[in-house]
Structures are given as structure tokens and as C-alpha cells.
């Protein structure tokens, strides 16, 4: 019983810390890359800063909704056209700026104080994908 609840618990933790890492690199992404200004640049949209604002909001918050509930629609083929663009345009996009982040870690690796460190870094963040990945593939599918 003990040992379900410790259990539990460090799923808890885990979880909420790799949507704490998540959240943070996609932030950090936009920031970095200037997406959204940019955007708003070639839209000539600046009198809609705003409007961008609250559908990055509530895009994320849709989205997430989503990925967390069994919420499932029956639509019409053109519809799900229009959605699956829609999610290439965003998936694309978001495969161009990571492209462009991999600027970012001897930029950080300067600015904290890691240069020679680096290596341990991007091990740090290979290991770890690849030990989360086989937790979730063999005990959480199983």
C-alpha cells in the first residue's frame, strides 16, 4: 500500500516536471526564434498583437484539453482537411525554430558558465528522453 502511494507520488513529480520542461523549451522556442513577432511582421498585423496573444492561449489550452480527455468528434472530410493543415503549418513551423535552437545551447552553455561542460549537458537530455520513453513504452503500456 506504502509503496503504491511513493509510487504514485513520483509519478506525480515526473509528470508535472517533464510539463514544466516541455512548457518552458516551447516558450523558450518562441522567444528565441521571435516566431510570434514575426508573424505578426509578415501579417501586417500589428494592430492585432492582442488577437495573436489570447489564440496562442487558447490554441495551448485546446489543446491541451484534448490531448486529456477522450474527446472525439465525427466531422466531415473537409474538415478534417482544414484541421490537418492547420497542424502541418503549426508542426512545420515548430521543426524550422528547433532547427534554428540548437544555437541555443552554446549560447547557455556561455552565459551560465558550462562551456566545458557541454557534452554532459546534451547527454544529460539524451539519456533522460531515452530512459522516460522506455518507462512510459514498458510500464505504462503494458
Known sequence: MMVNV???????FV?????IVIGGAFIAILTFLGIIPRLIQL???????????VAIVLGTLFGTYLS??????NQPVLTLIIWGGFQGIFNGMFAAALVEV??????????VGLERYILFL?????????????FQWIYLEN
Open 6 to 12: 511513493v509510487f504514485n507520488l513520483l509519478e506525480v
Open 15 to 19: 509528470g508535472f516536471s517533464s510539463g
Open 43 to 53: 501579417s501586417k498585423g500589428k494592430n492585432l498583437v492582442q488577437t495573436f496573444s
Open 68 to 73: 486529456f480527455t477522450p474527446f472525439t468528434s
Open 102 to 111: 540548437l544555437n541555443v545551447f552554446p549560447l547557455l552553455s556561455k552565459r
Open 122 to 134: 546534451l547527454m544529460a537530455i539524451v539519456f533522460g528522453k531515452i530512459i522516460g520513453s522506455l
